[in-house]
């Protein structure tokens, strides 16, 4: 196996776990900011925030790989 | 990442697009500000206004809802403290949404916009620090009473290093990464006949998406830089 194709291969599989993680734990919190708003339909609004708060923290992770990834791809 | 037009020297690089950006944001920002705060009366609030009110009337309830930043917290300081997160979300929010105009890309795109910022944050956190613990500040990282308080000092250097190093990259790689996705875009779906008929809705779609991703980041950008602040203005009782 080339360096080249290792690299592709590395990047892929690092990428595709940090997705699965990151997919994980969006839907945790996602199906307990459902059942939140199932049990108290008025803290809605509190629950939203502190949803996308949480979501936007999870998501950024697999963001950092990708950029991580590009900055030892391209070298 | 790297930036196109780059022009060298000798070891500093300059990048006249994210320049000319950051300077479209500024003059946006300030501009706004000027003609809602010009044109601001205590009747019935007109569109600018009413725009600037709900803005900087989000981030002063949400200051004033926060938990980490008492009633008990310094008026001066806290006056400063609204004034600087602002500033920090206005500027963050209009440069994610500079996405949408054809011709530019958002400033953010770039470490070298994002990593001033989470250092400006930083440095902000730790004066404010400074300010209301003056020379005990240094005791509030010691949460272990003994030597271990001590050997624990170097992995509460690591946190609060890695604190503007994730702010920096968390906005960077979400606005990056969504710029990345359109180009990704354009290359599966190139630009012929099929494009005009229907072929350009992932790209719009992907658009408005990254759009949501940047007023949230922005958010975010200004709710960690807050909640930093108040860890390091909290009262905390010394282990010792």
């Known amino acids: 196996m080339t360096t080249a194709a290792a690299h592709i291969l590395a990047s892929g599989i690092g990428l595709g776990l940090a997705a699965l993680g990151a997919g994980i734990g969006d839907g945790l919190v996602t199906s307990r900011f459902v059942e939140g708003i199932a049990r108290q339909p008025e803290a809605q609004g509190r629950l939203m925030t502190n949803t996308f708060i949480s979501v936007g923290l999870i998501e950024a992770l697999p963001l950092i790989v990708l950029v991580l990834v590009g900055f030892v791809f391209t070298k | ?240």
């Open chain 2, 1 to 240: 990442m790297a930036c196109p037009g780059a022009t060298w020297f000798g070891s500093l690089s300059l990048c006249s697009t994210t320049l000319i950006q950051t300077w479209i944001v500024m003059v946006v920002v300030a501009g706004l500000a000027l003609i809602a705060a010009g044109s601001a009366r205590a009747g019935v609030p007109g569109r600018m206004q009413n725009i600037m009110e709900l803005l900087i009337g989000f981030v002063g309830g949400f200051i004033g809802g926060s938990s980490d930043v008492g009633p008990d917290h310094p008026a001066r300081n806290r006056r400063f403290l609204f004034e600087y997160l602002a500033t920090l979300f206005l500027f963050v929010l209009v440069a994610n949404m500079l996405d949408v105009i054809p011709p530019y890309t958002a400033p953010t795109n770039t470490l070298n916009t994002t990593l001033p910022l989470a250092i400006l944050t930083f440095l902000f956190t730790h004066l404010s620090g400074l300010v209301k613990h003056r020379s005990r500040y240094g005791r509030t990282f010691i949460h272990t009473p003994g030597f271990l308080g001590y050997a624990f000092l170097i992995i509460v250097a690591i946190e609060e290093l890695s604190k503007p190093l994730t702010l920096a990259f968390r906005l960077f790689g979400n606005i990056f990464a969504g710029e990345l996705m359109i180009t990704v875009l354009v290359k599966l779906i190139p630009l012929r006949w099929f494009y005009f008929t229907g072929g350009f809705v992932p790209h719009v779609g992907w658009l408005l998406f990254s759009v949501f991703v940047g007023v949230v980041q922005a958010f975010i950008f200004m709710v960690l830089s807050l909640a930093y602040v108040g860890q390091a203005t909290a009262d905390v009782e010394p282990a010792h």
